[in-house]
């Protein structure tokens, strides 16, 4: 009878026993993300920590991430969390502070080549169109009974930008934080599946068969002036985007000044490796079954959704546009480059592109709209901040 009890009891404080079927959801969910990461391989770099990070999570009993801890966002007891949470929570501090978005602006604006959208300034434009979805989801979510500081938290989804995304809504919206956050970074590496269907819908074949002629080559002159001639015209107009496109910029500046290597070096790779696995399984941490399974969190996670089609319809039919106005001269698929996500975005442009014509390449062309819209997201939060904050 001791032997039966013991294993009772065993059994009882187990996680076995103390699953929900929120969690067990969850599990499912995660399951499918991993498969989608490792066996599809849609952006395994992201979607591996986060689906890892849900996982853990939602396993009873672990306490790597305890959700008590996070229940008033503007107000968290700090040093309960580094007393009293599990390793995730110590993690997650970084997400809550904004760090880990700004480190991550760092690392994204050393792998940047701003070359492409500076031999091609027109390339901005589709950068800028491609935030429509922006505010399109912004007036949805507000009409949906969202305040406007939780639908511009909302909107900035579309922008495809997950540090930005995190950075906006740590900001204006911390509650929603978890949904905000996971939905940002599911479709960003769902991009090869989201984008396609709505580029074939609104591009004629003739149109996504056009070559574009090469682009000019720019200076090392032109790559140095232009980060500092950003940040501080982006800064002066918009003080709010300085945490991000600062980090973005001098990022670019140590990659294109040659003179600091080993700097520029460690913000590709170690910090970017870092700062992803960290911000990874933070966010993916924040989809606790019981607060992650509710109506506000479905709903949050459609309209993000509609912001980011929204985002690539507006590049394209602005592609569109310029395809019209040059006469054949611009592929309008590397309209829907214009999200924030590089290169994911430009390289679904080039593939669509050589699916219609294999001797079209159209990946540095959609670099330009591409990087552009790594601004345009950041100065849409700056402003959204400024008007809301």
Known sequence: MG???????????????????????????????????????????LLLPISFGMLLTNLPVSGLYTPELWSNPTNIDFEAVLHEGGLIDIFYIGVKLGV????????????TDFGPMIANPSSMLLGGAAQFGVYICFIGANL??????????????????????????????????????????????LIPLIQPPIMRALTTKREREIKMVQLRKVS??????????????????LPDTAPLLGMLMLGNLMRESGVVDRLSDTAQNALCNIVTILLGLSVGATAYGANFLRKETLLIIFLGLAAFCFSTV??????????WITKGKVNPLIGSAGVSAVPMAARVAQTEGQKANPSNFLLMHAMGPNVSGVIGSAIAAGFLLRIFG
């Open 3 to 45: 032997v039966l009890s013991t294993i009772g009891r065993l059994f009882a404080a187990s996680g076995f026993a103390q699953i929900t079927w929120q969690q067990g959801v969850m599990l499912i969910v995660s399951f499918v993300l991993i498969y989608l990461a490792i066996v599809k391989k849609y952006e395994p770099l």
């Open 100 to 111: 880990y978005p700004t480190l991550m602006f760092l690392a994204i604006g050393a792998m």
């Open 144 to 189: 949906l009974g969202f305040t406007p500081q939780e639908a511009a938290s909302i909107g900035i989804i579309g922008g495809a930008d997950g540090p930005t995304a995190i950075y906006l809504t740590t900001k204006l919206a911390p509650h929603l934080l978890p949904a905000i956050a996971v939905a940002a970074y599911s479709y960003m590496a």
């Open 220 to 237: 090392k002159a032109e790559k140095i002036i232009f980060p500092i001639v950003v940040v501080v015209l982006s800064v002066l107009f």
């Open 314 to 323: 507006g590049g394209l039919l602005f592609g569109k546009l310029m395809c």
